[in-house]
C-alpha cells in the first residue's frame, strides 16, 4: 500500500459519523462542535468527539481537561456523558507538534480506528480549518455521514467556507447545511446587532442547496465558558446560544436520520 | 454526470472494465486506456512534458507486459484506486473520470 493512502476504517458501532468544518479558521468550529455535542448528549443521544484539529487541538481545555497518561489513561476520555479524543490528551499544551502532513494522516486515523469508540449514535468531528491533511484522510478512510459547514456572516469568511464546501462535493461527502456562528448580538436594549455583517450563512446555504441548520447568536458567555472547561450549553443551558444550539441538535439528529449512509462503494471483481 | 450516480458493479471483462451505473448506463474501459489517464501527480506531470525518446524502461516495466490491474480498491464515497502490474498505484481514479473514460469517443 503506498504511504499517502490510509486505510478503510469501519467504526463498527458507530451510526453516524458527522464532521464539523470550515474553509477557514477562527469561526468557531471548536466551539460549535463541543456545544453540538453537549446539545446532542442532552437530546438523548450517545455522543463522541473527536478532535481532528492535531496541531491547535481545544477540545482538552473546553471540556476542563488536560494532559494524562497515555500509557496509563484508557481511551477515549469521557466528560459530561460525551466520550472525547484529542491529541491535546497526549502532549504538553505548552508544547508545539511540528509535524509534517502524513504524520497528521497517521494520528487522525489511529484516532478513529484505534479508539475504542463504543456504541455511539453520532461521533462529531472537529477538524481543523483548510482543505488538507486531516480532511482527506477523513474522507478517503472514514464512514461519513455528512459535513455540517460552520461559517461566519462575512464575505471574508464565505469565501474560505466555499472551498471547503467544494472539497466535500469532490469527495461526494454529503454537507448536511451551514451554521452561521457569531451570528449577532442582542444588546441589554433587546436590540439585535449584526457585528459581521448580515445573511452570510443564508447566503452560502442557498448557494449551494443545502439547509442553513442555524445562526448562533454572539454571547460573551461563550467564550467565557470555553475557557473554563464546561461549555455553553451544560452551564447556560437556558441562555438564547444554548437553545439555538438544541434546536441545532435536532435538524442535524433529522439530517443524518434523512441521510442513510449509501453504503461503501461496491468492491471490484478482478 | 450527476453527483448521485454511484457504480452498482464493476468487473474485469476481457482486457478491460465493465461498470455498471445506478442510472442504467454500463461502460467499459480497457487497462491500457486507464493506466495512460492516470491521474496521479506524477503522471500528469509526465503527460504534459513532451515525450522522451531516450526514456528507459525500469526492469518492472518491461517485465509487466500490457497494463493491467493487480488490485483495485474503493476510497470514500469518490474514488478507485489502481494498483497496476507495473507497481504503480498512486493513481486514484474519481467515479467522474472512471465514467469518462469508459463512454464511447
Keep these: 500500500m503506498s504511504p499517502g493512502m490510509p486505510p478503510k476504517l469501519s467504526l463498527p458501532g ?19 462542535a463541543a456545544n453540538l455535542a453537549l446539545a446532542l448528549h442532552a437530546a438523548g443521544q450517545k455522543v463522541g468527539l473527536m478532535d481532528a484539529d492535531i496541531y491547535g487541538p481545544s477540545v482538552p481545555i473546553m471540556f476542563g481537561l488536560g494532559q494524562v497518561n497515555p500509557q496509563a489513561t484508557p481511551f477515549p476520555l469521557h466528560k459530561y456523558g460525551v466520550a472525547l479524543m484529542s491529541m491535546g490528551f497526549m502532549v504538553d499544551p505548552n508544547q508545539a507538534v511540528i509535524w509534517r502532513g502524513p504524520k497528521v494522516a497517521q494520528a487522525v486515523q489511529a484516532f478513529l480506528g484505534q479508539i475504542p469508540w463504543g456504541e455511539l449514535d453520532v461521533l462529531v468531528i472537529d477538524l481543523p480549518p483548510g482543505t ?12 461519513l455521514t455528512g459535513a455540517v459547514i460552520v461559517t461566519t456572516p462575512q464575505d471574508v469568511s464565505l469565501i474560505d467556507a466555499r472551498k471547503g464546501v467544494r472539497m466535500f462535493q469532490e469527495v461526494r461527502v454529503p454537507v448536511l447545511g451551514v451554521v452561521e ?49 464546561e461549555p ?18 435536532e435538524t442535524v439528529i433529522r439530517e443524518t436520520l434523512q441521510r442513510p449512509a449509501d453504503g461503501p462503494l461496491p468492491e471490484v471483481a478482478l | 454526470m450527476a453527483n448521485d450516480v454511484r457504480p452498482t458493479s464493476l468487473k474485469r471483462e476481457g482486457d478491460g472494465l465493465k461498470i455498471e451505473w445506478s442510472d442504467g448506463v454500463a461502460t467499459f474501459a480497457a487497462w491500457r486506456h486507464l493506466r495512460a489517464h492516470c491521474p496521479c501527480a506524477s503522471c500528469l506531470d509526465e503527460r504534459a512534458k513532451p515525450p522522451d525518446p531516450f526514456r528507459v524502461l525500469s526492469e518492472r516495466e518491461v517485465g509487466a507486459g500490457p497494463p493491467a490491474p493487480t488490485a483495485m480498491r ?16 498512486t493513481g486514484i481514479y474519481p467515479l467522474e473520470l472512471l465514467r469518462k473514460l469508459g463512454e464511447p469517443g
Design chain 2, 74 to 89: 474503493p476510497v470514500g464515497h469518490y474514488a478507485y484506486q489502481i494498483t497496476w502490474n507495473d507497481g504503480h498505484d
Design chain 1, 232 to 249: 455553553m450549553v451544560r452551564k447556560y443551558p437556558d441562555a438564547q446560544v444554548s437553545k439555538a444550539y438544541m434546536a441545532l441538535a
Design chain 1, 14 to 32: 458507530v451510526k453516524h459519523v458527522v464532521a464539523v468544518a470550515s474553509g477557514k479558521g477562527g469561526v468557531g468550529k471548536s466551539t460549535v
Design chain 1, 181 to 229: 456562528n457569531m451570528s449577532y448580538f442582542v444588546g441589554d436594549d433587546g436590540k439585535r446587532y449584526d457585528l459581521f455583517r448580515a445573511g452570510g450563512g443564508r447566503k452560502l446555504a442557498a448557494e449551494i442547496g443545502v439547509p442553513l441548520l442555524g445562526e448562533l447568536p454572539i454571547d460573551p458567555r461563550v467564550a467565557e465558558c470555553g475557557d473554563t472547561g
Design chain 1, 132 to 143: 488538507g491533511d486531516a480532511q482527506l484522510t477523513l474522507s478517503q478512510s472514514a464512514p
